[in-house]
């Protein structure tokens, strides 16, 4: 008998209002565009179409914008008041005693992380701002890897994996958007999770990190990578550490940044759906992750669906 | 059924992980002692969920969605043929027709699925989540925490069986930042 568990803590909210037509497709309408006009409420629908004047400031009836409002806010992102990243200073954290030989990850996830930085994919993220307008940078750079073959421990401590960075990245970034993935060599077991990411500080220093297992024959966080590009194990570390950064970089520390009423994240509300076999990113390398939310696109209708249907995924592909 | 829940072995983590940040402090430099801020967000709490995890949020998503506005034909269409559920006071079974006349004859309000976990056996998923109800609005009394067992057979998306019953003391839902729930 085969079985597979999985087990994971998990909260969402659920919407009792009516439910409404989905507006129109309106002309595309590129994530860019909407900027910091993105960012705060969306009580505007864009109804636009292709050569006419854009339909703004739509007076809703009384019964359709409260139902159109709860629907609206809880499947949009909305900003609670936190920062966001500046221009992400990556350094990768390969921890557990059999990082020496790793196969193609070590590698792969140094190719990911350079490729990734000024990539589309990593564009995704650029609509959302800070109470200054400031936008999210899709501008990372990559320091490269530190690797520890002392014993890793597993993803339950959020503070045993902040204490594994600040014990290798003696010099985090000052600028307080270093972001140290921790890459252990722990199977996932019947944790429900595959990776997570959090915040704190290093001697003082702002950081931000992201924990993952080894999901190498891991059935429940593959992607299902054909292309043969890559080891099975790599693939899905890509997947996840795409999910994780992009997350990252919208709602990195508390207050948070960027999430809906359930408290989904950008990664989040797209996990596993794929708008692209494959991701290009700007080294060339090629990658199949998941797609990351846009408020602009689910507005505009230009985004792909995620598991329930909302079109508001881009593939940054 | 084995539950990866952060309350129930709470006290032990918290306890680990205090154990370890001062073991932590006791050899690391000043200058590189590791900080969480109270109340920090992200962790394994707020992970990127399984595959399994995903898609069996999704659908009782979108079950609990259906029995909330009374849609009747949404909710037969997630009901194997052969339903039942046992829940409290009786254990006896009650098949689908009963059960949503009850249901949707009811007045139901809006909650929260939680501390969801899937172990999947074969052609079925057996889920296992804490459903709360949105706290009640004037003089009316909350509907308490119950505890939901929602068996599914993997390959046709239906529902062949759910349990009900209602903890005595539920875990407490983890603390988050205002906005989240």
Not at chain 1, 164 to 190: F, H, L, M, Q, W
Not at chain 1, 235 to 243: E, K, P, T
Not at chain 2, 45 to 60: C, P, Q
Not at chain 2, 149 to 177: C, E, F, H, M, T
Request: net charge neutral.
């Amino acid at each position: 008998m085969f079985m597979k568990t999985t087990i994971a803590a998990a909260s969402l909210s659920l919407c009792a209002g009516a439910s409404l037509a989905a507006p129109p497709s309106g002309a595309p309408v590129a994530p860019q565009a909407y900027g910091a006009a993105a960012g705060m409420h969306h009580e505007v629908e864009d109804l636009a179409t292709r050569g006419e004047p854009p339909m703004l400031g739509i007076h809703w009836t009384r019964e359709l914008h409260a139902a159109h409002q709860a629907r609206t806010n809880r499947t949009v992102m909305t900003y609670h008041g936190g920062k966001i990243m500046g221009d992400p200073s990556v350094k990768a954290i390969f921890w557990g005693s059999s990082w020496g030989s790793s196969g193609d990850k070590i590698a792969g996830i140094d190719s990911f992380y350079t490729g990734f930085g000024g990539s589309k994919y990593a564009n995704t993220t650029i609509e959302y701002t800070d109470s200054t307008g400031t936008h999210v940078s899709p501008n990372s750079t990559y320091g490269g890897h530190v690797i520890d073959t002392s014993a890793a421990s597993g993803g339950g401590s959020t503070s045993a994996i902040l204490a594994e960075v600040c014990k290798v990245i003696t010099s985090p970034a000052g600028s307080g958007n270093g972001y140290y993935p921790v890459y252990t060599d722990v199977p996932r077991g019947s944790a429900g999770y595959c990776a997570w990411h959090s915040a704190g500080t290093c001697g003082g220093v702002q950081v931000q990190f992201a924990f993952f297992f080894k999901l190498d024959g891991d059935a429940g966080c593959d992607p299902a990578d054909t292309s043969g590009l890559h080891s099975q194990g790599l693939a899905a570390l890509a997947n996840v550490s795409g999910h994780e950064l992009a997350e990252a970089m919208t709602d990195p520390a508390n207050p948070g940044a960027w999430y809906d009423a359930s408290g989904s994240e950008n990664g989040d509300k797209c996990a596993w759906t794929f708008g692209a076999p494959l991701v290009t990113f700007s080294n060339g390398s090629q990658w199949k992750v998941q797609g990351e939310w846009s408020n602009a696109a689910y507005n505009a209708g230009t985004g792909y669906a995620n598991s329930s249907g909302q079109k508001g995924c881009l593939s940054g592909g | 059924m084995k539950h990866e829940s952060p309350p129930r072995r709470g006290h032990v983590r918290v306890l680990s992980s205090a154990l370890l940040a001062l073991a932590a402090s006791s050899i690391l430099p000043a200058s590189a002692q590791p900080s969480l801020p109270p109340g920090v967000r992200g962790g394994p709490a707020t992970g990127m969920a399984t595959r399994s995890v995903s898609k069996y949020l999704d659908l009782e998503r979108r079950f609990q969605e259906a029995l909330t506005n009374g849609d009747r034909k949404s909710v037969q269409s997630l009901l194997a043929d052969d339903f039942e559920i046992r829940t409290l006071p009786s254990a006896d079974a009650i098949g689908a027709d009963e059960w949503l006349r009850r249901e949707l004859g009811s007045r139901r309000r809006d909650g929260i699925v939680r501390d969801l976990g899937v172990r999947e056996i074969d052609d079925v998923a057996v889920v296992s989540f804490l459903f709360e109800p949105a706290p009640a609005a004037g003089p009316a009394r909350s509907a308490p925490t119950l505890f939901v067992v929602d068996v599914w057979r993997q390959s046709s998306g239906k529902l062949l069986a759910r349990y009900v019953d209602r903890p005595a003391n539920p875990p407490p839902r983890q603390s988050r930042p205002s906005g989240r729930e």
